[in-house]
T-cell receptor, first 118, second 114 residues
Framework: AQKITQTQPGMFVQEKEAVTLDCTYD???????LFWYKQPSSGEMIFLIY??????QNATEGRYSLNFQKARKSANLVISASQLGDSAMYFC???????????????FGQGTRLTINP | SQTIHQWPATLVQPVGSPLSLECTVE??????LYWYRQAAGRGLQLLFY??????ISSEVPQNLSASRPQDRQFILSSKKLLLSDSGFYLC?????????????FGPGTRLTVT
């Protein structure tokens, strides 16, 4: 079964608009973590934001925020005031406990290709 | 500061040939190391991870293997490549402190098996 589902294969947004990228997850573990990564055309994976399952507040990092709705098992990424440089693939990922001696085993979604239009 | 290197950046290999991809991390000690593969247009799939020298855990049974001969060196190998081994291979590292949740990725190796 899919553990991470990203239902938007592609999104097109005008520059300076806010954009929401959807992510739903499936786990029966009460302790887990959710991540968003950005992958530009160069291929590198850039860590954007992290949300722990016990965190009370939604995570924020600059223009990025994570809209965490635990009951719905949803962890959407919100990018405010989008920029041309935001054009990239975006991946949602999840780690489940227990960790293996500290290793973080991540499961990734299929990704959403975001294109920012000038 | 920490950096992660992967080489080669690109590789074209015939079916049945061997493979060796190398990953090294600088600026940190005792990292957890990971190998991921990304098929075209897909998400990342964890192949192997290592929590210490000589300690390798496999997530997906296949014709690939991994080794960690030194603390900051992680090698992905194959004795005989298959067409299905084509993809983008990413190495990553994490440490238990201060940010155990963050994984940092290398620039990747694009492998084409012909």
């Amino acid at each position: 079964a899919q553990k991470i589902t990203q239902t938007q294969p592609g999104m097109f947004v005008q520059e300076k608009e806010a954009v929401t990228l959807d992510c739903t997850y499936d786990t029966s573990d009460p302790s887990y973590g959710l991540f968003w990564y950005k992958q530009p055309s160069s291929g590198e994976m850039i860590f954007l934001i992290y949300q722990g399952s016990y965190d009370q507040q939604n995570a924020t990092e600059g223009r990025y925020s994570l809209n965490f709705q635990k009951a719905r098992k949803s962890a959407n990424l919100v990018i405010s005031a989008s920029q041309l440089g935001d054009s990239a693939m975006y991946f949602c990922a999840m780690r489940e406990a227990p960790w293996d001696q500290g290793a973080q085993k991540l499961v990734f979604g299929q990704g959403t290709r975001l294109t920012i239009n000038p | 500061s920490q950096t992660i290197h992967q080489w080669p950046a690109t590789l074209v290999q015939p079916v049945g040939s061997p493979l060796s991809l190398e990953c090294t991390v600088e600026g940190t000690s005792n990292p957890n190391l990971y190998w991921y593969r990304q098929a075209a247009g897909r998400g990342l799939q964890l192949l192997f991870y290592s929590v210490g020298i000589g300690q390798i855990s496999s997530e997906v049974p296949q014709n690939l293997s991994a080794s960690r001969p030194q603390d900051r060196q992680f090698i992905l190998s194959s004795k005989k490549l298959l067409l299905s081994d084509s993809g983008f291979y990413l190495c990553a590292w994490s440490v238990d402190y201060p940010h155990p949740y963050e994984q940092y990725f290398g620039p990747g190796t694009r492998l084409t098996v012909t």
